[in-house]
Every structure is written in C-alpha cells, then in structure tokens.
C-alpha cells in the first residue's frame, strides 16, 4: 500500500465502494440477508464520500462541513419516523437526491458557461431534466402517501397533449442550448418546465399505483445521479447511480406486471386512467358479520390458516398484535402462512419490512405465485386491511378498472375474514364482491384493537 500514490488510494476506495454497493443489492433482494445488503451499502456510502472529501483538489471544507450539520439536522428526525410513514419519506427521500443533483447539475452549467462543450451540454441538461421532473414528482408523490393531497387520480381533458408538450418543450430547450450554450436565459425556463412536468407526471397518479410509482421515481433519482456522474467525472457515482436506476427499472416492470399495468401507463401518468368508482351509485348488498370471540373460535378449530396483510394493517400498526395472533394459533399446532401480494400497502416490500419488524419467521412469507396454490387447502385466510389485490373483480368483471391484475386468491379458501373498519373501497375505488359471499365474515373494526381481541379469546380458550 505504501507505493500507492494519494490518488490511487483514492480510485481503489471508489472501487471497494462499488463492489459494496453491487453487494447491497444482492443481499437486498432476499430478507435473510437485507440486513447485510443494508449494512454493505451504508459502509460503500461511507467509504465513497471519506476518499471523495480526501480529494486533493479539496482546499476548504468550511461549506462541506455545514452542509453535513443541515443535512444531519434533516436526515435524522426523517429517519425516525413510524413504519407506516416509510413510504412517504422514502418519496422525501428521492426528492432531496434528486434536488441535489439538479443543483449541482445548474452549478456545474453556471461555471462552464458559455464556454460548455455541447457534449457536457448534453449531460448537464438531461441531468437537470430528469432531475428536476424527479424532484417535483417525488414532493407530489410524498403529498398524496401522506394524505395532504387527494390520493385519487387527478384528470382532464387533453392531459395526454398537455403533460407531454411540456416535457418536449423542456427537451426543445435543452436542444437549443446544446446548440448554443450561451443562450443563458433560456436554462432557468428548462429548469422551471421540467420541474412543471414532474407535477404533471405524478398528480394524475392514484393511490393503487404507488407501489410502482416509489420504485419508477426510485429508478428516475438513480438515472440523474448516474449523469451527474458523467458531469463530474465521478465514476463511482456513475455506478452507484447506474445501479439505482436500473434496479428501479426492473422493480418499476415487476410492480407493473403484479398489477397488470402498462409500463408506459403509468410511466406518463397513467394518463386517462381514472380509476374512480360510483361508491354512491353501489347497490346495498347483505354481508355476513362476526365478533371477535367467534372469529377466535373459527381460526381454534382451522388445520390451516393464511393471513393476507395489506395497508389497514399498516395505518393501525398492528403488525406486533398479528405476531401474537401466530404465536397463538401455532401453540395449537396450527399451520399458519402469509401471503404476500407485490403491491400490497403503499410502497414495493412494505408488508415484508412491517411483518420483518415484529419477527414473523421468513419462511412463512410467501409470495403471491407460492401462496395462490395454498388457498383451496386452506380453511380461513384471514384478510388483513387489504382490498384490491383481493378483489375478485380482477378476474371476472372485464369492465372493473382492476381488470386483469393478479390478485390473492382468498376467495378459493373455505373460509374467508375480513378484518375492515367499514364497507369502504380500497385505492382503486370500486367494490369488492368478496365481501358478500356466503363463507365470508366482516369482522368490523380497527386492525390492531379486533387482532388484539382475537388473541386474547384464544388465550382464555387454549387448554
């Protein structure tokens, strides 16, 4: 190592960096091992920003450390926030990415201008483009998760021409300046534009599509790091960010599948697909309710029960109570399992990283594709705050806005239980023919207070 010169060492660190990071998503990808996946990227992070801040064209550090103690001061109380809050910080947090590179990405234009080469041109203005669009997508996105903003699909006329006028009008701009980079005044109306289609983007979006919408932006934040690395010439930021970015991608075309989405739908806004339901036009129909002490009685007697959770779940926190609801029936030898659907809750993973929190065992997560095959042998699968991915509407009613999505197959069990605070719809804002059918059980009331019941009548009856 001693005949290494300062930058060598400094290249080497970038290339620990990398391989670290190309590590953290391989671990990433399955639970047993996402703690060292998580572990691997935050020591790369690390490593990259220590060799970049031993950079020897460095002379002064007075701003850099500044910038840590505001971050610090932001970063932190963002990152203690309740599990169920994870998928709007996690909006938050591609918007803060996505903000510093379109930054850095303008200083960089201001410095070289107008004497900007038409290639860095190039990269400066797709990497401003991108970033800016991910910037104001990111806040529309974290608005609508956290309720500020209306989480149903925002639509008009004429969407379509509008939204991608805007977008090729931001593109012409950066065309222009890419021909003549000294046109200065025109890059504050390329940034202002891209930053208007990023709301454009987003805001026709509704709640069912989160899920695809995180990792699309995720995806998105990635690509602008990853050219802001070419602006730069940093190439571990152009790995790092080529490795976010694709990663994105892949998970946005998995999430898109799960739901029998268009790709290109929901990469434009899922433009002209109001997903609205006439709540007020649904027929009154009966359903059959339960009380806690009976839903106890019916899951005592199972062989074999699956629990679907979804976002009720989430929003009641009552993942610890569903663990004291598996404690106890597996004390009676029942064989308990949950199944996963993609796009349950509101981000890619969010039912896996709650049901990870309260230890629920690995094994018996199972994925929709696994668990489809395990409900006509199960005799209840109990039905946790989850409505569209368990709507049999997906697969029977060619007119539903839900058409064609894979859905939980619940409905195949000999008994079902839903466990809902009322009759309302779910994000996609239509009707669920699974409450009405004759094995199903309404049972009423907030997840976490009616699983907590449920657990307490099994202890006062377990012998």
């Keep these: 190592m001693t005949g290494l010169s300062p930058q060598q060492l400094i290249d080497l660190t970038y290339i620990v960096a990398a391989v670290l990071f190309i590590l953290s998503l391989k671990w990433l990808s399955s639970p047993v091992t996402a703690r060292h996946g998580v572990l691997a990227g935050e020591i790369g992070a690390a490593l990259a920003v220590g060799a970049t801040l031993f950079n020897p064209e460095l002379v002064q550090y007075r701003w850099i450390v500044i910038a840590l103690i505001i971050g610090a001061g932001i970063g932190v109380p963002l990152g203690m926030v309740h599990m169920t809050a994870v998928p709007q910080r996690t909006a938050l947090s591609h918007a803060f990415g996505a903000l510093s590179a379109t930054m850095i990405g303008i200083a960089e234009y201001y410095v070289r201008a107008p004497q900007v080469t038409k290639f860095g041109m190039v990269e400066i203005g797709l990497e401003v483009i991108i970033g800016s669009l991910t910037f104001t997508g990111s806040l529309i996105a974290a608005g609508k998760l956290q309720e500020i903003l209306p989480q149903r699909p925002i639509t008009y006329r004429g969407q379509n021409i509008v939204s991608l006028s805007v977008l090729g009008t931001a593109v012409v701009l950066a065309l222009i300046l890419v021909i003549h980079p000294a046109y200065m005044k025109l890059f504050p109306a390329m940034v202002g534009v891209a930053l208007f289609f990023g709301v454009l983007l987003v805001t026709p979006i509704g709640g069912a599509d989160m899920p695809t919408v995180i990792s699309l932006l995720n995806s998105y934040a990635g690509l602008s790091a990853a050219l802001l690395g070419f602006v730069?010439?940093?190439?571990?930021?152009?790995?790092?960010?080529?490795?976010?970015?694709?990663?994105?991608?892949?998970?946005?075309?998995?999430?898109?599948?799960?739901?029998?989405?268009?790709?290109?739908?929901?990469?434009?806004?899922?433009?002209?697909?109001?997903?609205?339901?006439?709540?007020?036009?649904?027929?009154?129909?009966?359903?059959?309710?339960?009380?806690?002490?009976?839903?106890?009685?019916?899951?005592?007697?199972?062989?074999?029960?699956?629990?679907?959770?979804?976002?009720?779940?989430?929003?009641?926190?009552?993942?610890?109570?569903?663990?004291?609801?598996?404690?106890?029936?597996?004390?009676?030898?029942?064989?308990?399992?949950?199944?996963?659907?993609?796009?349950?809750?509101?981000?890619?993973?969010?039912?896996?990283?709650?049901?990870?929190?309260?230890?629920?065992?690995?094994?018996?997560?199972?994925?929709?594709?696994?668990?489809?095959?395990?409900?006509?042998?199960?005799?209840?699968?109990l039905v946790i705050g989850a409505n569209d991915v368990t709507n049999p509407a997906a697969r029977n009613e060619t007119g539903s806005p839900i058409y064609g999505m894979p859905i939980l197959d619940v409905d195949k069990a000999r008994t079902v239980m839903v466990i809902k605070r009322s009759m309302s719809p779910g994000f996609a804002g239509i009707d669920n023919p699974l409450y009405y059918l004759d094995r199903t059980l309404m049972l009423f009331g907030d997840a976490k207070a009616f699983v907590g019941d449920i657990v307490r009548e099994l202890g006062g009856t377990h012998q």
Excluded: W
């Excluded at 790995?239 to 998995?254: K, P, T």
């Excluded at 709540?279 to 074999?304: C, F």
């Design 232 to 381: 730069l010439n940093s190439k571990v930021l152009v790995v790092a960010g080529a490795l976010d970015g694709s990663s994105g991608f892949i998970l946005s075309v998995i999430m898109c599948k799960a739901m029998n989405r268009s790709f290109t739908n929901v990469l434009f806004g899922a433009f002209g697909q109001e997903q609205v339901a006439a709540a007020g036009h649904v027929e009154a129909r009966p359903v059959h309710s339960a009380t806690a002490d009976e839903a106890a009685a019916i899951l005592a007697a199972a062989n074999k029960v699956v629990i679907v959770p979804g976002y009720g779940m989430a929003v009641a926190q009552a993942q610890h109570k569903v663990r004291e609801l598996y404690d106890a029936l597996a004390k009676r030898g029942i064989d308990v399992k949950f199944g996963i659907h993609p796009v349950a809750g509101r981000m890619p993973g969010h039912m896996n990283v709650l049901l990870a929190e309260a230890d629920i065992p690995y094994d018996k997560l199972l994925d929709m594709d696994v668990v489809n095959g395990e409900f006509p042998q199960t005799d209840v699968a």
